[in-house]
């Protein structure tokens, strides 16, 4: 699953980009490359875990993330960009939230406009299908969900705020309409507005396009991550802050994949395991490794709160919280599991 972090140019994506992944991707108009890194995503679970456990190792869930070169603003989105985003699962539209030298920005304009490039990338690509479906009516079922997307993008809605049925959404898979992925909104800010709330305007563009909207500033979160654990708490009560804004979202975007994460802890490793929501406990197994799934027997399952409290898994028997479950249970987020399995 890869997240595209989107937006016009000198939005402020690569400097967000760089400081999450750490990485240092050339930023300003001459980057015109994706770039591409991985970032971990941060779980007190496993941190706890850890601590019970002193494991040799820990690892933490990861998403993909890929900085897509900007469209131009005001001159419509070039094709090479609309392309570079349909290959995405899911997006991250940078707001430009500062003032680059002509002015504070409006950033309830600055989200209209960007949504209103995806739809129009939508519109081309619904318009094109539907004329050839209504000349050879080859497939009325894909005719008549299409013509209803059709209908929606005209009226400057999102096709991610329509209703589709997983059969239409089937049937539109070919299409990669770009309007219809997930997305969430980020405002870059200058570091003085790091523990502002968002203006009034957005926020309520965003609430009418069903977006979580959150601002974050770059520099502060680089600055961040570079500091002791020990010295970020101080950091950030400086800056009225409770924990950094990269948590917060990096956390929002697995949300946004559908993704749970299941946990396994031991001597050797503490670790979370990331499935989409509504996976089996066989699918759950196969995540770890398809002979563990191929084998399944059963799975012991204690919840992250009763292990959390109790401490251990003889205390989570002995309070009745530790259940066996079989390949059709439904894993739950901060499920700890352990597979038997035999092949």
């Known amino acids: 699953m890869k997240i595209g972090i989107v937006g016009f140019a000198g939005s402020g994506k690569t400097t967000i980009f760089n400081a999450l992944t750490g990485l240092a991707a050339q930023t300003g108009f001459g980057g015109g490359k994706v770039n591409l890194g991985t970032i971990k995503v941060p779980d007190k679970r496993i941190d706890r875990l850890a601590e019970l456990a002193n494991p040799k190792k820990v690892t933490y869930a990861e998403i993909a993330f890929a900085d897509v070169p900007g469209g131009r603003s005001g001159s419509g989105m070039d094709p090479e960009t609309v392309g570079k985003i349909r290959e995405m699962d899911a997006l991250v539209h940078v707001i430009r939230g500062f003032d680059d030298g002509a002015g504070p920005p409006d950033t309830a304009a600055l989200l209209r406009a960007f949504e209103d490039e995806l739809l129009i990338a939508d519109m081309q690509v619904a318009e094109k299908r539907v004329e050839r479906l209504k000349k050879d009516r080859s497939n009325p079922k894909q005719l008549e969900t299409l013509e209803r997307c059709l209908e929606a993008i005209q009226n400057e809605i999102p096709l991610r705020r329509i209703e589709l049925s997983e059969e239409d959404r089937a049937s539109l898979s070919n299409f990669a309409f770009v309007s219809l992925k997930p997305m969430l909104a980020i405002v870059s800010v200058p570091e003085e507005d790091a523990a502002k709330q968002n203006p009034a305007a957005l926020t309520a563009v965003a609430e009418e396009r069903g ?9 502060i979160e680089a600055e961040i991550a570079a500091l002791e654990p020990s ?3 101080e950091f950030l009560a400086d800056l009225g802050l409770e924990e950094p804004a990269s948590v917060r979202f990096i956390q ?11 946990l396994t802890h031991g001597p050797d490793e503490c670790r979370a395991w990331p499935i989409p929501k509504g996976s089996t406990a066989v699918r759950a197994a196969a995540a770890v490794h398809s002979d563990i799934a191929r084998g399944f027997i059963r799975a012991e399952v204690v919840h992250f709160d009763d292990m959390d409290k109790l401490e251990t898994e003889a205390a989570c028997k002995k309070a009745g919280k530790f259940r066996v479950e079989g390949k059709e249970y439904i894993v739950q987020d901060g499920d700890i599991c352990h597979f038997r399995f035999n092949v």
């Open 211 to 219: 977006l979580e909207v959150m601002p974050l500033c770059g520099a």
């Open 231 to 233: 010295d970020q708490k």
């Open 252 to 262: 929002a975007a697995f949300r946004m994949l559908d993704l749970i994460s299941f």
